[in-house]
C-alpha cells in the first residue's frame, strides 16, 4: 500500500495534471517530490557503496 501511494506520488504523468489547488501548494508538493526522489537516490548510493566494499 506504501509502495503503490509512493509510486504514484512520484509518477512524472501525475506531476503535471492539473489541480484546482493555488500555486503555493502545487509548488509544496513539487519540493516534496523531488526531496523524495533525492533521498531514495541517497539510498540507492549508499547501498551500491556498501556493497562493493
Known amino acids: ?4 501511494r509512493l509510486s504514484y506520488y512520484l509518477n ?6 492539473k489541480s484546482k489547488n493555488d500555486v503555493n501548494l502545487r509548488f509544496m508538493h513539487g519540493i516534496n517530490r523531488i526531496s ?18
Not at 500500500?1 to 503503490?4: A, D, N
Not at 512524472?12 to 495534471?17: R, V
Open 1 to 4: 500500500m506504501f509502495l503503490k
Open 12 to 17: 512524472p504523468a501525475t506531476l503535471f495534471g
Open 36 to 53: 523524495i526522489f533525492m533521498f531514495l537516490v541517497c539510498l540507492i548510493v549508499l547501498l551500491v557503496r556498501a556493497l562493493s566494499r
